[in-house]
């Protein structure tokens, strides 16, 4: 199936758009001893590591999870026009970065054994976002050949 670059400049805006929503929507439902709710969101849970000082794993979620998903999108969208390649194939090599750093989220709270987690509508904006810039690299990269 043959898309046009309008077309695939609609999709990464879309993915941007998921992206946003992936950051902010809650991503997960953490119950504590069964009782108490939590919903947090990747930019919330970001933010609170830096609040509670723990700082290596801010900047890495940060860079992993925020910074780097939107450079991606940004050098996808680019990509389409320019036909020179940019940073896209780099960062495709690190596509599944993000994953793997909410992935950790949530092994490191249910190892906690402070409660369960519930995955929330952010999670799955958040993947489908990763995969869908997966599947935009791909496509872009077979019609500037």
Known sequence: MKFSKKY???????????????LILPT??????????????????????????????FVTVFLFSIIFPFCKIISLYRYIDTRTPSWTETLGKWSLMEVFAV??????????????????????????SIFLSMWLALKIKKINM
């Not at 695939?8 to 992936?22: D, P, Q, S, T």
């Open 8 to 22: 695939l400049k609609i999709l990464a805006i879309l993915n941007g758009v998921l992206l946003f929503l992936g």
């Open 28 to 57: 997960m439902n953490v119950k504590k001893l069964y009782f108490f709710d939590n919903y947090e969101s990747i930019l919330s849970f970001t933010l609170g590591l830096l609040v509670n000082g723990d700082v290596v794993l």
């Open 103 to 128: 992935a950790l989220i949530v092994y490191a709270i249910k190892v906690s054994m402070l409660g369960a987690v519930f995955m929330m509508p952010g999670f799955y904006c958040f993947i489908l």
